[in-house]
């Protein structure tokens, strides 16, 4: 059973708001992510500059994905007894430096003493045109950005004890924000890849009741690897050139695989979750 699903669905009879990556009231969307040692990472495989901007980055990661551009911040932090005025330096910096880059504000949450480091990040973010997950139509092609499988990669080299590069995507996601925005017009549905690209792909299948024909096979390596937050998303075959055209400005790297049918699509990879 997974129980990240079971529980989501305990709250969806009540309201329309659950089911994307984030959840749009007017023009504003509200994401929030967990980020908690020895559930997400460990602190021997990061620095805390480097663990606080990834928390702030996989929760942009969703923003993005909806067509919204982060405002402000929310931050709960749940702080070792044992950290020094050093390690909080640290741990700042990284969410600053993420909030500079990205022009968002910081505006608050709340800190509490813990025996090892959680941190939990809410995203305000403000749209014009909301992208959901349930706007795929028949024959739309399905695509994702970057290359994937290099998380999964990386997540097994770390459980050896080996070192990552600093630009590993485990440790500092890519995100596309930028080139996203511009072609937002031409997408019908979208999200980011955060469990992999099976499981995206399952979801997607049951909001929009479609199933999916593949132009070639996917190893499993690549559509199981999580934490990979490229995006994935639809659009008519009339907009090819011009995303393809766009994302050549951007330098952003394309894969179509996919042509939405009638049917549905299961994923086989095991559940990574609790």
Known sequence: MN???????QFISNTKLIGDDGAVIGKWVYSNDAFFENVHFKKEWMSLKEIARKAMLVNISDAIAMNAKPKYALLTVAIPKDYSKSDL?????GFKEVAK??????????TISNEKLDISV??????????LRSGIKKDDLLCYTGTLGTS??????????????KESKFIRPKL????????SKYVNA???ISDGLFFELERMSKQNSVGFEFFEKIDKEVGCSGEEYELLFSFEEKYKEKIEKIAKKYDVPLTIFAKAVKGKYSCECANHHF
């Open 176 to 183: 596309h924000g930028e080139f996203f925005y511009k072609i």
């Open 190 to 192: 979208s999200m980011d």
């Open 101 to 110: 880059e990205f022009d968002l504000e910081i505006i608050g949450g709340d």
């Open 122 to 131: 809410t995203i305000i973010s403000k749209t014009k045109k909301p992208i």
């Open 89 to 93: 330096k640290s741990l700042a910096k």
């Open 3 to 9: 129980k990240e699903d079971f529980f989501i669905k």
């Open 152 to 165: 999964k990669r990386d997540l097994e080299k770390l459980f050896k004890g080996e070192k990552l590069s």
